[in-house]
């Protein structure tokens, strides 16, 4: 998931008005999926849902959906519509009274914004500023983003500023190749010298589509990753639910309970939509459920 591509969302906001076949939370009648939050709490861990998961929804439908599934966090992006009856694109530049509405909505159906991206960030930094001001408000803990490559030794010396000022971090994200920072190594060059609220928000997905493996990638990056869009892909390079592909999320896992990691696990589902798109979601939250069970209980 790009931030361009939300822009061009944000851009084409008739497109949005095509009829969609996603499913809405208010069509589905079961119970709250029952996840063990015990065991994730004593491990540390966070179940996050990128809303971009849903991004053929509006953010409130999302919030929605993500009540039913049992998740207690959203990563928000940049560009989402914001309901059924606001077309409009949400994102930092909002009107006060409309994150008061998100924020509103958030806390009547009991999920909290822990994160937002993938934003940019460049060498302005009134500019970004506007970005912080918004985390701040929504009580945010990390800002996901890819900053401008063509001026990374201009403001990086900025982000490294107001992450300290503002006590939130910022995660960088990869995409895959030939994106800036497709591999690990590019990611430890740009936050080389920075402090520790700057660090790796870790696609390995995406590693996976870059020929990369995941969990070495993971490994590569030791002590500086802040947070997780996790995924598992089939040998097609098809995003299924956690646990069932290539990519070894078991393994992960456990390197990650091992490293004494503490952060947030967000699922980003590229594919499927409809009920399809959030049955497979709910497989994710199962499986991840069942193996902080599991891992919770080892010495």
Known sequence: MRSVVCLTLALCGLAFFAPVKQVRAQDNSAAPVKLDYAAM????WKLCCQAWTFRDLTLFETIDNLKKLGIKYIELYPGQRLSPENSMAFDHNAPENIVDEVIAKLKADGITP???GVVGLGPNEADDRKVFDFAKKLKLQTIVSEPDPSAIAQEMPII???CNEYKINVAIHDHPKPDYYWNPETVL???KGCSNRIGACADTGHWYRSGLNPLDCLKELKGHIISLHFKDLNADK???PWGTGECDDAGMLQWLKDQHFHG??????ERTSGQELYNNVQQCCEWFSK???KLSKER
């Open 160 to 162: 490294n500023k107001l």
């Open 114 to 116: 822990i994160n937002y």
């Open 264 to 269: 947030v696990f967000s699922i980003e589902y």
């Open 41 to 44: 709490n004593k491990l540390g």
């Open 238 to 240: 098809n995003d299924v």
């Open 291 to 293: 193996e902080c069970e």
């Open 189 to 191: 060059q740009t936050i």
